[in-house]
């Protein structure tokens, strides 16, 4: 199994900026994709950016330009950069990992327990 410790949310206001951490330990061979995702209270689940162990990155059109996603790919970790918070950027942050899926097509992914990112305006 492949265990997530996200770190870094909290409280920041409009305009400011916060870095969020993700560390994978476990059985972390294998992992070939780790990102973000964020989840606002009555809304589904949602990419916000994925940085894959060749380096190649993607975001959400909405935080383009205003986050940045990165990691060591040795060690399993990733990292956002979050920068001109709004509002709307209000959610919980959930790491996620991924592997290549199983021979049957069956998807291997990882979730952390979520971290709380809250912006005021």
């Known amino acids: 199994q492949v265990q997530l410790v996200e770190s870094g949310g909290g409280l920041v206001q409009a305009g400011g900026s916060l870095r969020l951490s993700c560390a994978a330990s476990?059985?972390?061979?294998?992992?070939?994709?780790m990102g973000w995702y964020r989840q606002a209270p009555g809304k589904q689940r949602e990419l916000v950016a994925t940085i894959l162990s060749g380096g190649n990155t993607d975001y959400a059109d909405s935080v383009e330009g205003r986050f940045t996603i990165s990691g060591d790919n040795a060690k399993k970790t990733v990292y956002l950069q979050m920068n001109s918070l709004k509002p709307e950027d209000t959610a919980v942050y959930y790491c996620?990992?991924?592997?290549?899926?199983?021979?049957?097509?069956?998807?291997?992914?990882?979730w952390g327990q979520g971290t709380q990112v809250t912006v005021s305006s």
């Open positions: 996620n990992a991924k592997k290549p899926p199983f021979a049957s097509g069956r998807l291997r992914e990882y």
């Open positions: 476990g059985n972390i061979f294998r992992i070939n994709a």
